[in-house]
């Protein structure tokens, strides 16, 4: 069973930036294309960013130019690397498949402040 552990989370000051780093266990995690997502205060978990495999990435438009994402197969893990935070980022930010989705894990908490 793969499991997702976020981390690199904080607190920035608007304009900031922080890489969050998404470890996996298990040795199919290459072939699987994977998202992070945020969930703001009393909001409802959005999709952020998505990496397939083959390295083909999307993201929502709100952060578009600003959030990066990017995998190491070699080191099971993914990244979200995040340039020029806005308050509005402030979230619990989570990675998961985007096919057959695991348990949801603790997240890592980002906060902006303004």
């Known amino acids: 069973q793969v499991q997702l552990v976020e981390s690199g989370g904080g607190l920035v000051q608007a304009g900031g930036s922080l890489r969050l780093s998404c470890a996996a266990s298990?040795?199919?995690?290459?072939?699987?294309?994977i998202g992070w997502y945020r969930q703001g205060p009393g909001g409802q978990r959005e999709l952020v960013a998505s990496?397939?495999?083959?390295?083909?990435?999307n993201y929502a438009d709100s952060v578009k130019g600003r959030f990066t994402i990017s995998r190491d197969n070699a080191k099971n893990t993914v990244y979200l690397q995040m340039i020029n935070l806005k308050p509005e980022d402030t979230a619990v930010y989570y990675c998961?498949?985007?096919?057959?989705?695991?348990?949801w894990g603790q997240g890592t908490q980002v906060t902006v402040s303004s």
């Open positions: 998961n498949r985007l096919l057959f989705a695991l348990p």
């Open positions: 298990g040795s199919t995690f290459s072939i699987n294309a």
């Open positions: 990496i397939g495999s083959g390295g083909s990435t």
